[in-house]
């Protein structure tokens, strides 16, 4: 690690450079980094020379081969889609659960059961549209079901951030849904040298993710098209469709996702984890199987958690087809290697990859 | 009792400027003061409305200065004897007005008192106002001490009488606000009813009327020679003579003292500076060759006097006149009897005055003893938590958007106070004025978001056709009113939305966000102490376009301290991580609330509870919860 970094360099390296994820680990840590929506900034350098922000974050020094080892206690062997015990299909046994969420339903599921059974006394997980199109992570102590947590959102909301508030409150023991920046980040705190309630953490769901809009652009680009306070569900339907639903009380909305895309992140364009590597277990979509989960259970922890869930009943699993295996691979590769173009493209120096570390083998995969 | 209400005529009093041109007033008879409030004419209408009611004036905080001085003449032109007082900028608001009623003319005795800052102690310009009496052709007093701050003031309402028109009194800070002995006069008995008759129009005729005023100035020339404010003091025959007046005079009359120079240099000190008494000037400079002039600001008085040496070159000769021109007295800041000694030296070629060393030794220590910092917020300000809500939205919203300023206690927000967030600042309702054309400069590829933060007593007074505009032409703009519920930089008068008059009465309000309404723009209400909220409202409409406007309101809290007890807070030092990442000090170093201080053996933070008000946003703020209220279960 790059050691005397402070908020100054990471508003010079990340924020400025449109890097900035909104994962939120370094809001709540201090009183000078605040998050509003889904935009972070430095309200006022802290005068620093170090600091936690500038080691958190998922777009700084992000050493692949270092965090395999210190999450895994090894480093991978499969490139594509990181360390992983075991991959299958799920879906949660609960039908109403299964009835509200996007998919499969096996996060809420795993969640609700992981609370319900005290193997985690929080949870911090996101409620997607919250009054109008940007989500917000909460901070769960009880029933997950009636706040409306499940389904996917397409912005980002500064999960993290929420979670820093809730270790500073003394909670450990937390159960956190993030995408791959939140769980990278999260993974980075929690193997830091520096002092981080982010260690209270003990269950670590990731999300697959492909990219986030910008708040800003895409709710300005849905304004006088759609009534935002009314959105209830935002859908992309598997290829050829090419459109995103937008779904309203109104009716629903389809738009060409090639006006959508406009609004992606430049940030995302320069991430290497579509399948959030580092988490205890990954749960993403099936593509074209729209009520099952894709189940990547990683950590011996993770194994144990979804074993007892499994055992319990509280979700149903089967084997995930070869082909559909290695499709899934596929789709991580082309991230992968879509990022390391953007970010050769940025430095313009094929051997600069700006945050990311990779080792020799990774490197002559992906480069 | 108030000392100016007093009816013991002949007693010496110990009286403050203000208040001696207030009890001016009151010996005068005067009926009926407005104003608005402006350092450091204040206590001209506080003093006169705290007695209003035995004396049976009518007294008003007016919602501007032109509306005060309109409303003064309408008692002068039902045949009433009225003031109206104003700080110098004032007095620009007024100068539409000035330029029509010298014309229309007065009738009941019209009192118009300009108060000046020299050294803008407490003001957003310097400026000389009695340029407007030679501009607009009105006659123009100018008391020298306490004495005559009272004398002239009452005089003044004579004056004006006999003119036809307003006349004007101007005093400077110095005067305002020190005090001096004034031997008090009768009160008189007030028999006066209000009727208006006749016509006072301008715009008909006006060269006539214009011919007729500088007619009526002639008659004020004649009126002003014998004044007993214009006297000389010193040595027959004296060669060389200081011409001075107002706050000049008494400087001047220390200076020739400290130099021994009674029995070679005389004073000439006028009283009536607009128009000048010529004979009475003339008469005193016949046998003099040199003149220094000694007046504060504008070479106003030398300027004339240069005037009138020239016509008189025949009978007088010639004249060497120092003074602003010459280099002997500066043209600005304020005058004191160093400068005027100073000047004295080189000008007669004497030795250079030295200090004793014990003095210098003194006054060197002495500056030890003020704490070195910047001006600031007052603890528990509510501007210091609107002010950092506004930064953080603005760094947020990372466009570079900037706020323009306006005129109130928010101002040193230009300062680190406000985390140097005002970047412009001119005159009452320019904040918002100037973001009206900011808000239109887009299609020049402008694309920085404007805020202009203006006080809720400022809108009232000059904010709401800027804000008209900014509807009507659309103009990109988030107008944040800062309300703290009165006019708290010159004392917390009451304002429009205060619910009280200036006597303390129940009185109607105009609410701020109503006239936003009926303008049509969108307005929120929030409390800048809620921060988080109030940085993602801000944040939030900066994301819109068009006009919009936040109102911050929160009392100040001084008032608010001062009328209940507040919690008292104090910081849990083991909690508190100092200069550790996570924290670096923010409450002591950056938020810098004075009632936040660093402890330098502990190397963390503390509360000065002597000047805590309790208002708990350092609290909020703190992010290891480290400031705790006493007695709160921790």
């Known amino acids: 690690m790059e050691a005397g970094k402070s908020s100054s360099d990471l508003e010079l390296e990340v924020f400025s450079q449109d890097l900035c994820t909104s994962c939120g680990a370094c809001v709540n840590i201090c009183p000078y980094i605040k998050v509003v929506r889904d935009k972070v900034a430095v309200i006022e350098p802290c005068g620093l020379t170090e600091g936690k922000c500038y080691d958190f974050c998922p777009r700084t020094l992000t050493d692949i081969a270092a965090l395999d080892k210190s999450v895994f206690g090894k480093t991978r062997t499969d490139f594509s889609l990181g360390p992983y015990i075991s991959i299958e299909m799920a879906q949660a046994k609960d039908s109403e659960i299964r009835c509200r969420a996007q998919y499969g339903g096996v996060v809420s599921a795993l969640m609700k059961y992981a609370l319900d059974t005290g193997q985690i006394g929080s949870a911090v997980v996101t409620r997607p549209f919250d009054g109008a199109i940007m989500p917000a992570s909460v901070l769960v102590e009880e029933s997950l079901q009636s706040l409306g947590c499940a389904g996917s959102n397409y912005i980002a909301s500064a999960t993290l951030a929420r979670m820093n508030e809730a270790t500073k409150q003394g909670k450990d023991s937390i159960g956190l849904v993030g995408i791959p920046c939140q769980v990278i980040a999260l993974r980075k705190m929690q193997s830091s040298k520096h002092e981080t309630g982010a260690r209270g953490v003990k269950l670590v769901i990731g999300l697959f993710c492909t990219w986030a809009l910008s708040y800003k652009g895409f709710s300005e680009f849905l304004k006088g098209k759609v009534d935002l306070s009314q959105v209830k569900r935002i859908d992309i339907p598997p290829p050829p469709a090419n459109v995103m639903v937008v779904e309203t009380a109104a009716g629903d909305m389809r738009f060409s996702l090639d006006e959508v895309r406009k609004f992606i992140r430049p940030t995302c364009g320069v991430c290497y984890d579509m399948t959030s590597e580092f988490a205890d277990i990954s749960v993403g979509m099936v593509e074209g199987i729209q009520d099952w989960n894709t189940l990547i259970v990683r950590t011996p922890a993770g194994k144990k958690f979804i074993d007892k869930a499994k055992k319990a009943g509280v979700i149903n699993t089967r084997p995930l087809e070869q082909t559909r295996l290695e499709h899934l691979k596929q789709a991580s590769s082309t991230k992968k290697k879509r990022a390391v173009d953007a970010i050769r493209k940025r430095t313009n120096d094929k051997k600069n990859l700006l945050y990311l570390r990779l080792s020799a083998q990774e490197k002559k995969k992906f480069l | ?634």
């Open chain 2, 1 to 634: 009792m108030v000392t100016i209400e007093l009816n013991q005529p002949g007693k010496t009093v110990l009286m403050m400027g203000d208040e001696a041109i207030a009890r001016g007033a009151i010996e005068a008879g005067v009926d009926f003061c407005a104003s608005y409030p402006g350092t450091p004419a204040t206590e001209i209408p506080e003093s006169l409305a705290r007695v209003a009611d035995r004396f049976n004036i009518y007294a008003e905080w007016s919602t501007n200065e032109i509306v005060a001085f309109e409303a003064a003449t309408a008692a002068s032109l039902a045949g009433l004897r009225a003031l109206v007082a104003m700080k110098q900028n004032g007095v620009n608001v007024c100068s539409d007005f000035l330029m029509t009623v010298n014309l229309a003319g007065t009738n009941g005795g019209l009192v118009f008192v300009a108060a000046d800052d020299p050294s803008a102690i407490s003001s957003s310009n310097e400026q000389d106002s009695r340029s407007y009496a030679r501009y607009a052709d009105l006659p123009l007093l100018e008391p020298a001490d306490f004495q005559e701050a009272k004398d002239m003031t009452k005089w003044a309402f004579e004056v004006s009488e006999k003119l036809g028109l307003p006349c004007i009194l101007r005093s400077v800070t110095r005067l305002s606000h020190s005090r001096g002995n004034v031997k008090l006069g009768e009160l008189p008995e007030k028999k006066r009813t209000a009727k208006f008759e006749g016509v006072y129009i301008s715009g008909a005729f006006v060269a006539a009327q214009h011919a007729a005023l500088h007619q009526k100035l002639e008659q004020a020339r004649e009126d002003f020679e014998p004044s007993r404010f214009n006297f000389y003091v010193g040595p027959r025959k004296a060669k060389f003579v200081i011409v001075t007046c107002g706050s000049g005079w008494l400087y001047s009359r220390e200076a020739v003292a400290a130099l021994g120079l009674e029995g070679k240099v005389g004073i000439l000190k006028i009283g009536t500076t607009w128009p000048l008494p010529e004979k009475f000037i003339i008469d005193h400079l016949k046998n003099v060759t040199e003149v220094f002039v000694v007046e504060e600001v504008d070479p106003f008085l030398e300027q004339n006097l240069k005037i009138l040496l020239a016509e008189q070159a025949k009978t007088l000769g010639p004249i060497e006149v120092y003074g602003a021109k010459s280099g002997h007295r500066p043209p600005f800041g304020e005058l004191n009897q160093d400068k005027v000694i100073t000047a004295l030296t080189s000008i007669k070629g004497l030795q250079a005055r030295t200090r004793d060393e014990k003095y210098i030794e003194k006054a060197k220590e002495a500056l030890t003893y003020i704490p070195p910092r910047m001006p600031t917020f007052c603890t528990g300000c509510p501007h210091r938590a609107s002010l950092w809500a506004i930064k953080s939205a603005l760094k947020l919203d990372g466009r570079d958007g900037f706020v323009t300023g306006d005129i109130g206690c928010y101002s040193i927000g230009a300062g680190p106070a406000g985390f140097f967030q005002l970047k412009t600042i001119h005159c009452m309702g320019a904040g918002i004025g100037l973001a009206n054309g900011f808000g239109k400069l887009e299609k020049f590829g402008f694309n920085q978001p404007v805020i202009a933060v203006c006080g809720d007593s400022t809108f009232y007074h000059a904010a709401i056709p800027a804000l008209i505009n900014a509807r009507v032409n659309n103009s990109n703009v988030l107008m944040v009113v800062l309300d703290n519920g009165g006019t708290a930089m010159t004392g917390f008068q009451p304002h429009p939305g205060s619910g009280c008059d200036a006597l303390g009465r129940p009185a109607p309000t105009v609410e701020i966000e109503n006239i936003c309404k009926a303008i049509g723009v969108e307005v929120r209400v929030r409390d800048p102490f809620e921060i988080s909220q109030a940085v993602q409202d801000i944040y939030d409409m900066l994301q819109e376009n068009g006009p919009r406007v936040m109102v911050f309101r929160r009392r100040c809290f001084r008032i608010e301290a001062k009328e209940k007890l507040q919690k008292k807070y104090y910081v849990d030092q083991t909690k508190c991580i100092g200069d550790d990442c996570g924290c670096a000090r923010f409450c002591s170093r950056v938020f810098n609330c004075p009632g936040i201080i660093w402890d330098q053996e502990a190397q963390r933070a503390k509360i000065d509870e002597m000047v805590c008000t309790g208002c708990g946003v350092c609290a909020t703020l703190c992010p290891r919860g480290a400031i705790i209220v006493r007695g709160a279960a921790s």
